[in-house]
């Protein structure tokens, strides 16, 4: 990056960029006090590409510059500057809803029950809010199942209703060049005026305030009565959905 002086600008700032474009967008960071700029390019899967679920496979820095051949110049300048072995790739997974996150005194956290796609990041955020619900619950009661219901009664929905939003965004991040995509921009543009939704959800104010402004763990030992209440007839439902 040296002598390029936009480079160095990105890498000197404690700023996060995103670049959208047809098909893709990219984060970039500096990490490591300053010292090395990280991005994170997303795009779609190659057809015929293995399903592997690894963070260790190796890129290839060609096809990467390929893919983002007609993009701004920046990015194309940043991506030349990668070494060929630094260049690492793996799929983005996800699933469905599940049933139910209980069964008997098992319970699911984190990707295991609500995998999130990074395109509003939150995978690690809502994987801290269950344990703190779960320890919550388990130290307001001896009964695991009553405990273990209110976790669920208190997270499901929330963790699913952001692990949606993520697909959401991702469809808004990626559209293809157009009168859709122009609309979008006008709508982010509009957005940092104070006027209208975002559509880029990991920056909407109220999305914001829903994903950021919650206590969870208040929110349990506050309401703990309510939610015992709540959670029973919560865990009958989930319990007869799965067919048990």
């Not at 260790?56 to 990668?82: A, C, H, I, P, Q």
């Not at 957005?191 to 929110?219: C, E, H, I, R, Y």
């Amino acid at each position: 990056m040296k002598g390029d002086q936009r480079a160095l600008d990105l890498l000197n700032h404690n700023v996060g960029m995103r670049w959208m474009g047809p098909g893709g967008h990219i984060m970039g960071y500096p990490i490591k006090n300053n010292t090395v700029y990280n991005m994170v390019l997303l795009h779609p899967q190659k057809p015929g590409d293995p399903n592997e679920e690894s963070w260790t496979n190796k890129g290839d820095k060609k096809e990467m510059l390929s893919f983002y051949r007609n993009w701004d110049d920046l990015v194309r300048s940043l991506l030349s500057y990668v070494k060929d072995d630094d260049v690492m790739e793996w799929t983005l997974n996800s699933h469905f809803p599940l049933p139910s996150w209980v069964e008997n005194k098992c319970v699911l956290m984190g990707d295991a029950c609500h995998p999130m796609l990074p395109y509003v990041a939150q995978g690690a955020a809502q994987a801290i809010e269950d344990a703190g619900v779960l320890t919550c619950a388990l130290s307001l009661t001896n009964s695991v199942p009553k405990a273990l219901a209110v976790y669920e009664s208190v997270r499901k929905e929330r963790a699913e209703r952001i692990q949606n939003s993520a697909t959401v965004t991702r469809k808004a991040l990626h559209l293809p060049d157009g009168e859709e995509q122009r609309k979008r921009d006008e709508a982010i543009r509009g957005s940092t005026q104070g006027s209208g939704k975002n559509p880029d959800l990991w920056a909407d104010s109220s999305w914001q305030d829903f994903k950021w402004g919650t206590d969870v763990m208040k929110d349990t030992v506050d309401n703990w009565d309510n939610l015992v209440a709540r959670s029973h007839g919560y865990h009958v439902h989930a319990v007869q959905a799965i067919g048990y």
